[in-house]
């Protein structure tokens, strides 16, 4: 492999200082233009490449920001992501976005591997199996700006930005028992994960409220992934007494379910009324259309991205305010109405 082209091998190749060759590429203005132009010159004959992450030696400063997510093929993380990105390039960063594609350990590797490239924060959505936050306690002990988005760590002193999971739980169980059901599943991701333990606490709530008795078969926890829908369905067909209202922990496996009910000649809402959660466009899509709570992903990447940019200009400190609550709501669609 050709050994990489540094300001120093610009600089003895062209018989001056390596200060002189990084203020020229910089385009500073006690050089002359030009020396600047036989810098450049140079620079582009020999392939030299900037390093992003030594610009700003200077400050200490990358301009980046590191991004961990669970997976890059999430609708709604999709929407955060967008959020995040307009309001970073609008202030001269860039994002270095990675996925963990649901492993801690995976995980692990980003975050390491972020702060070696000098980001100068981090915002991240916990895996789905994450238990351990030691891998953060780099951008802690340096005061690296580090947020958490929707999936997140109960950590003393650390930056969220959430939505009330467990109200937003309790108004789609209430939303189902005002339709008439009394005997409810709850499908749910890893209760390890803050939104889908808060999500089962506002069904338990609803269910309690509605002096409607919860035991183990209200329950299922899953993976939320295709594969899993056939032990969903089995939990379905083989309840002593049948489910008559499903709230499903994302709208996508909600959608999985409604095309396998759909198979098995249950009909919705008639059998059974479903609803899911995030207002994924698939929500618009099935059939019949699928009642949800609408997650504000967009939003959320908007604030996440001025909380860490205000953090970095100075401007704010949102250790002080700790936790962000973004508002949700509930959208009635075909899948719950007669």
Known sequence: MDKRITIYDLAKTLGVSAGTVSRSL???PSISQKTKDRVISKANELGYKTNKFAVNLSTQKSNTIGVIVPKLNSIFMSTVLAGIEKIANEAGYNLII???LE?????KINAKTLYDSGVDALLVSLAYDTTDFDHFAYYIRNKIPLIFMDRVPNLPNCSTLIINNRLAGFEATEHLIAQGCKNLL???????QNVYSERLKGFQEAMAKH??????????????SPGSVKHAMAHIKDASV???GLFVANDSFAAHCLKELRKEKYKIPQDIKVIGFNNDPISELVTPTLTTINYPGYEMGI???QSVIGQLNGSIDLQATNSITLRH???IRESTLI
């Open 242 to 244: 049948p489910f008559d």
């Open 303 to 305: 604030l996440a991205g």
């Open 98 to 100: 990675s996925q963990s």
């Open 186 to 192: 709850y499908i749910s991701g890893n209760l390890k």
């Open 26 to 28: 910089n385009d500073h």
């Open 329 to 331: 709501k509930l959208i």
């Open 103 to 107: 492993s801690m350990e995976k995980e």
């Open 211 to 224: 002096n409607i008795e919860f035991d183990s078969s209200n329950f299922l926890e899953s993976d939320l």
